[in-house]
Each structure stands twice: as C-alpha cells, then as structure tokens.
C-alpha cells in the first residue's frame, strides 16, 4: 500500500493498518465526505501542496470529461449517425440536431454548475449578520452558516454543501445543484442515444453489443480481432467509447438518482449520512430550495435561460420543521 502510495505521489503520511483505514472511510462515509475528501483534510501536506494536488485532479476530471464528450459527438457526427439514417436524410438532419441540442445543454449546465459555486463570503453576503448558533470553521476562522460545510479541496466554506464533484471541480451547493440535477439528465440521455447508435453501426460492421456475441467486445478478444484485421480501427474506437459511455451513464444514472431522493428529502448528502431531518418542509418547498419557484422547474430541461432566478432563500438562513429560521 505504501508503495503505490508513494508512486502516485499523493501521500506521504505513516502507512496506516487497514482496519485504521477502513475506520477513517466509514467515518467519511457517515459525515458525507468521500474517503478522498477525508484524507484532504487531515493530510500532513501543507495547504498550498494539496492546493496543487487538488488542482491537478480538477484538472485530469474536467479533461476527462471533455474529452469524452467531444469524442462522442465526433463520432456521431461523422459515423454512427450517417450508417444508420444512410437512407434518409431527413431523419439524418432532425437526428444530428438532436445530439446537438443535448451537447449544448449538457455543455451550457455544466459550465453553469462550475462557475455558479456558492461559497459563503462573509464581505460579499452582509443582509445576514452571523448567529451565534453557527458553527465555527476552525480553517476559515469565522462562522458559517446553517448547512455550509467547509470543503478541504474547494478551501473554502461552501453553502448548503452536498458533495464534492471532482469532474466540474467544485462542490454541489445551494446555487449549483440544479444545473447539476440537469446536467446529469443530459448525460444519461446522451450515453443512452450514444450506445444505442454505437449498438446500430457495429452490428452492422461488426457484432451486435447487446446479443449473444458480447464476448466478442472483452478487451482481450477486441484487441486480437484488432491486431488480425478483423475488426477496423474506428471499430475499435467506438467499441472503447461504448464502454465510457456505458460507464458514464450508470454513474450518472446512480447520481441522479441519489440528487431526485434528497431533494424530495429536503436532505443534502452531508445530512442523508448524519440522519438530520431538520429541515423537510414539504414537497413543494425542499424542490423550491434548489429550482426556485417550481413553475420554472420545466424550463431547466429544455434551455438553461432562468440562470438568473435564484434557489428560495437566500442560502444563509433555512427553515425548520417547525418553521423557525435558523
């Protein structure tokens, strides 16, 4: 463990037993933090050495993910949308526009939830004077409000913090989440028209995805079918962005998911870990504490254009259960 520890460069504290490890990842797990997150957070590193390091898996996330989406969209511009509609060229037309209009949204939500981060400045935000119930962060030196949490890869405290994104490079937050509620939809729809068109063409080319011959797309066997002829390279490059795309689509699958029951919870992760329950009020407001007025919500997923209508609240003051301000 100490090893490949020391090879990737990232820690550089005792080699710790796994029963000490598996202990620090269930206590990241039931304070809502990921193990990563965690191991931020008390590293022995100096704040500006994990400032790069974190940088850098900004970086790698961000790159990876756009890089996937450009790919996929080459790719079904160029190949997999042109065989399969071959005969109709209208249909070919209307469908192009299709995978355009989903790169765009998903491309329009994503920068959204990147620069619409809501950290807690409490110079920039004076319509609410600190509580003295607020919690103290020991990082900011100040006191933060109800629900924000500080975030060891952000440095900063984040304002009704639900998790931490590695592929946008910021925290989910009370500003943010619907664009990333959106952006997920966006991505699993397209990973799913994505694949059904890789399925199209490689049966056609190849071998069915989905059938009997799945083998025939386990690396090993791929890679012979490459190596010998049979399969071409631009099979070989849609067979490995099939792959991704599937992945991608089951992790955004499992995430949407998780955001559409803690929004109906009124929860954020942090509080779904810790059982905390304060602040359910209803259906109709928990959906208005992250779309804003819900007559809106529609619009989200048609074009991003309500960027400007805020969350209810104003993220620095939530209502209880039994409707007191906190």
């Avoid at 190949?79 to 526009?97: K, N, Q």
């Avoid at 010998?228 to 490995?240: E, Y």
């Avoid at 997923?301 to 301000?325: A, R, S």
């Amino acid at each position: 463990m100490s090893t490949l520890n020391n090879e990737m460069g990232f820690f550089t504290r005792p080699e710790k037993s796994f029963s000490e490890a598996m202990k620090d990842a269930w206590k990241a797990a039931q304070s809502g933090r990921s193990p990563m997150e965690a191991h931020f957070e008390t590293d022995s590193l100096s704040e500006e050495s994990a400032r790069q390091r974190f940088e850098a898996l900004n970086a790698a996330g961000r790159f990876f993910y756009g890089s996937l989406s450009i790919i996929v969209l080459y790719l079904a511009d160029t190949t997999t949308l042109p065989y399969v509609y071959a005969d109709d060229p209208d249909a070919l037309t209307t469908r192009r526009w299709v995978f355009y209009y989903i790169f765009i949204n998903l491309t329009l939500n994503y920068l959204l939830v990147i620069f619409q981060l809501s950290k807690y400045k409490p110079d920039a935000l004076p319509t609410v004077a600190p509580k003295e119930w607020w919690k103290y962060c020991d990082r900011c030196k100040d006191r933060i409000p109800t629900r924000a949490h500080h975030c060891p890869l952000c440095f900063a405290c984040i304002l009704r913090r639900d998790h931490h994104c590695f592929f946008a490079g910021v925290c989910i937050s009370y500003n943010n989440q619907r664009y990333f509620v959106v952006a997920l939809t966006y991505i699993l729809v397209g990973c799913l028209y994505s694949l059904w068109l890789s399925n199209k063409y490689l049966s056609g080319t190849y071998r069915a995805m989905f059938s009997s011959e799945w083998y025939y797309f386990l690396p090993p066997v791929m890679l012979y079918d490459f190596v010998f002829g049979i399969a071409t390279i631009k099979v070989l490059l849609i067979c490995v962005i099939g792959f991704f795309s599937f992945s991608a689509g089951l992790t955004a699958a499992y995430y949407l998911t998780m955001q559409i029951l803690l929004i109906i919870r009124g929860q954020t992760t942090h509080e779904f870990g810790k059982g905390i329950i304060t602040y359910r009020r209803g259906l109709k407001h928990n959906i208005e504490s992250v779309f804003g007025p819900i007559c809106l919500v529609p619009f989200y997923f048609i074009f991003p254009v309500v960027y400007c209508v805020k969350p209810k609240g104003n993220g620095l003051e939530w209502e209880t259960v039994n409707g007191k301000k906190v």
